[in-house]
T-cell receptor
Framework: AQKVTQAQTEISVVEKEDVTLDCVYE???????LFWYKQPPSGELVFLIRRNSFDEQNEISGRYSWNFQKSTSSFNFTITASQVVDSAVYFCALSEKNTNAGKSTFGDGTTLTVKP | DAGITQSPRHKVTETGTPVTLRCHQTENHRYMYWYRQDPGHGLRLIHY???????DKGEVSDGYSVSRSKTEDFLLTLESATSSQTSVYFC?????????????FGQGTRLTVV
């Protein structure tokens, strides 16, 4: 069975601080996919990034970066120089290839508040 | 933006009444999903569809049924609404399953059962 744990329920930072959101996953599949989604106060869910289990190359996109480590089953997300607009709930999700239907298991989310 | 429309966006209903939520997509994606979002539980999969008339249960399917008679529409029915089904419901679509494509979500339906 697959499981996603986001141990940080809430994080509060001051603008311009760096912040890392943790995600730890469990799966028995050798092929799987990890995602981060953002849910701003308006409520919609927005896809941020996808990684497959064969690609441990970390990625930087502007102020966002992701650190995928299979050895520790972690897929952490860092925001550099945070801004008030980054305030949102962030979800980590896992999809196993063998589900053959793209179903995702979501973590419980981390609520990030960036104060001015 | 992916073309996903959920209706209604808000609904208040009484315990014991049937309720149907609709998800309509214009992307012609094969896979569609219904999730519910509750505080402290993230998103949990209710039912999903992998094609017209092909559906299956998710982790929290009790008390819910679905139907998909057309590629573009995926209906979620609460057969007899209970207060525990008060939640925000999200529909999602995905182009393909098992290949790691991301899901695109609708705007959500806030359902209150009184």
């Amino acid at each position: 069975a697959q499981k996603v744990t986001q141990a940080q329920t809430e994080i509060s930072v001051v603008e311009k601080e760096d912040v890392t959101l943790d995600c730890v996953y469990e799966t028995r599949d050798t092929t799987y996919y990890l995602f981060w989604y953002k849910q701003p106060p308006s409520g919609e869910l927005v896809f941020l990034i996808r990684r497959n289990s064969f690609d441990e190359q970390n990625e930087i996109s502007g102020r966002y970066s992701w650190n995928f480590q299979k050895s520790t089953s972690s897929f952490n997300f860092t925001i550099t120089a945070s801004q008030v607009v980054d305030s949102a709930v962030y979800f980590c999700a896992l999809s196993e290839k063998n589900t053959n239907a793209g179903k995702s298991t979501f973590g419980d989310g981390t609520t990030l508040t960036v104060k001015p | 933006d992916a073309g996903i429309t959920q209706s209604p966006r808000h609904k208040v209903t009484e315990t014991g009444t049937p309720v149907t939520l609709r998800c309509h997509q214009t992307e012609n994606h094969r896979y569609m999903y219904w999730y519910r979002q509750d505080p402290g539980h993230g998103l949990r999969l209710i039912h999903y569809s992998y094609g017209v008339k092909d559906t299956d249960k998710g982790e929290v399917s009790d008390g819910y049924s679905v139907s998909r008679s057309k590629t573009e529409d995926f209906l979620l029915t609460l057969e007899s609404a209970t207060s525990s089904q008060t939640s925000v419901y999200f529909c999602a679509i995905s182009e393909s399953g098992g290949t790691g494509t991301e899901a695109f979500f609708g705007q959500g339906t806030r359902l209150t059962v009184v």
